[in-house]
């Protein structure tokens, strides 16, 4: 099972930057977001589609449908910059897949 | 808070053996397993196994099936991720986190192992 994401995206500070996640059908599924600033460990942005774990700032949502997952960053802000991925689990192979990534520059 | 406390990094020579540990606390350590990921330079993440943290099962990923072993110790909460046979492509940031079933809620802080002769 193979996601697809756009490599980068760049983005101005105060606008809206939509990383997306493509795959067969991935609306069937539960996607997942991390967020792996410079040097730092991944941090889980969204679970189950469009939830937010605590401490997550509400600029940060999600959506799945069809054959794509989106990731929304309202009022983009310099500390956004960091690389996205998106991640199901694949039930056939009992394992999660991750997809490639999207850096998110801040212009 | 659930920490997850990673081992330093390390240099290794090309078919020697790394094993990284990964002490866990603020959480019922029985209660979630293990998962292990890592990250190439320039690449994205990429599953390698996850452990139970209940009993003694694993789950490997098929490209690292024969070179991977993942252990825990219950008497001081901590997760052993071992690779033998390393070649230069192994060059990674390893990294455990906590496994909420499908997914991965607290992660450590990732550590370096260079492969190199």
């Known amino acids: 099972y193979i996601l697809t994401q756009p490599p980068s995206v760049s983005v101005a500070p105060g606008q809206t930057a939509r990383i997306t996640c493509g795959a067969n059908n991935i609306g069937s599924k539960s996607v997942y977001w991390y967020q792996r600033r410079p040097g730092q460990a991944p941090v889980l942005l969204i679970h189950?589609?469009?939830a937010r774990p605590s401490g997550i700032p509400e600029r940060f949502s999600g959506s799945n449908s069809g054959n794509t997952a989106t990731v929304t960053i309202s009022r983009v802000e310099a500390a956004d910059e960091a690389d996205y991925y998106c991640?199901?689990?694949?039930?056939?192979?009992?394992?999660?897949?991750f997809g490639g990534g999207t850096k998110v520059t801040v212009l | 808070q659930v920490q997850l406390v990673q081992s330093g990094g390390e240099v290794k020579k090309p078919g020697a053996s790394v094993k990284i540990s990964c002490k866990a606390s603020g959480y019922s350590f029985s209660q979630y397993g293990l998962t292990w990921v890592r990250q190439a330079p320039g690449q994205g993440l990429e599953w390698m196994g996850w452990?139970?943290?209940?009993?003694?099962?694993?789950n490997y990923a098929q490209s690292l099936q024969g070179r991977v072993t993942m252990t825990k110790d219950t008497s001081t909460d901590t997760a052993y991720m071992e690779l033998r046979s390393l070649r230069s492509d192994d060059t990674a940031i390893y990294f455990c986190a906590r496994s909420l079933l499908y997914y991965f809620d607290s992660w450590g802080q990732g550590t370096l192992i260079t492969v190199s002769s």
């Open positions: 452990i139970s943290g209940y009993n003694d099962n694993t």
């Open positions: 991640q199901v689990w694949d039930s056939n192979n009992d394992h999660p897949v």
């Open positions: 189950h589609d469009s």
